[in-house]
Nanobody, 123 residues
Framework: QVQLVESGGGLVQAGGSLRLSCTAS????????MGWFRQAPGKEREFVAA????????FYADAVKGRFTISRDNAKNSVYLQMNTLKPEDTAVYYC????????????????WGQGTQVTVSS
């Protein structure tokens, strides 16, 4: 059974930073693109960032561009999201997900999902 486990969420003041981690039990982790999504209360799940299977291609939602950085370590079956200059509107449950295809922004293209980690940014 494939498991993705996120960690690193918490409560932080506006302007602060957090680093989210996600470790996957995928045997072929290096062949999967990885993405981060988030869902705020009362809102739909939205794309945050994605990284290609080899780690060379990264792209971001406009709302986080320049503040968040996605990275991965295939030797550790892990993907990370460094979040800087956090804003109250970044408050959400953050999910990592795995897709067999690169360059995908739609949640429908992701096969495996973690359980989510809460990020709360106070003003």
């Amino acid at each position: 059974q494939v498991q993705l486990v996120e960690s690193g969420g918490g409560l932080v003041q506006a302007g602060g930073s957090l680093r989210l981690s996600c470790t996957a039990s995928l045997r072929t982790f290096s062949s999967f693109a990885m993405g981060w999504f988030r869902q705020a209360p009362g809102k739909e799940r939205e794309f945050v960032a994605a990284i290609s299977s080899g780690g060379r291609v990264k792209f971001y939602a406009d709302a986080v561009k320049g503040r968040f950085t996605i990275s991965r370590d295939n030797a550790k079956n892990s993907v990370y999201l460094q979040m800087n200059t956090l804003k109250p509107e970044d408050t959400a449950v953050y999910y990592c997900a795995a897709s067999p295809n690169d360059n995908r922004r739609s949640a429908l293209d992701y096969t495996y999902w973690g359980q989510g980690t809460q990020v709360t940014v106070s003003s």
